[in-house]
């Protein structure tokens, strides 16, 4: 498997988003980030351990996968959020944005609930492969059209583990 980005890299890039989403929200406001499991859980442990404000943490899970590694298109939730939202500045924890298709489903589904604001936070972009028009706010890398592993994100399960981001050959 080919490295594309290394542990200290990709650590580096996060302590860097942390410190902008330190500064872009009010201290005295309530901010809830949310992982969409499983592909965020490390990019979103690390994140906000980098970050000093108070932060509620909640999980969401979609599938619209399986184990192929081209989007559907239909998003299916399986498991909800357990925190309120209700007035509380969002911060949707993504691992990899590619059709925006989750996203864009997420947003919406979010926006049910009458948060006071929603942004997204995405470790990396493939920015080339969008089909919906979305506002992504954070973003770590914007990377080229190939398939990648590690740091969270699987293919058919595998590679989580990786510490770095590979891509698949
Ligand atoms: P989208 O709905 O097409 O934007 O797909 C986003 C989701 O697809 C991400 O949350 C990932 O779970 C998955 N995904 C997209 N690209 C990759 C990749 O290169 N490797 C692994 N998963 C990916
Ligand atoms: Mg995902």
Known sequence: MKQLFSQAEIAQRVKQLAMEIDRDYPQDQPLVAIGILKGSFIFMADL??????????????????????????????????????????????????????????????????????????????????RQVDIAIDYIGFEIEDHFVVGYGIDHAQ????????????
């Open 48 to 129: 906000v351990r980098e970050m000093e404000r108070e932060i509620a943490l909640d999980f969401i899970a979609l599938s619209s996968y399986g184990d192929a590694t081209e989007t559907t298109g239909v998003v299916r939730l399986l498991k909800d959020l357990d925190v309120d939202i209700k007035d509380k500045d969002v911060i949707i924890i993504e691992d990899i944005i590619d059709t925006g298709l989750t996203l864009e489903y997420l947003k919406h589904y979010l926006q049910q609930r009458h948060p006071r604001s929603i942004r997204i936070a995405t470790l990396l972009d493939k920015i080339n492969r």
């Open 158 to 169: 595998k590679y989580r583990n990786l510490p770095w981001i590979g891509i698949v050959e």
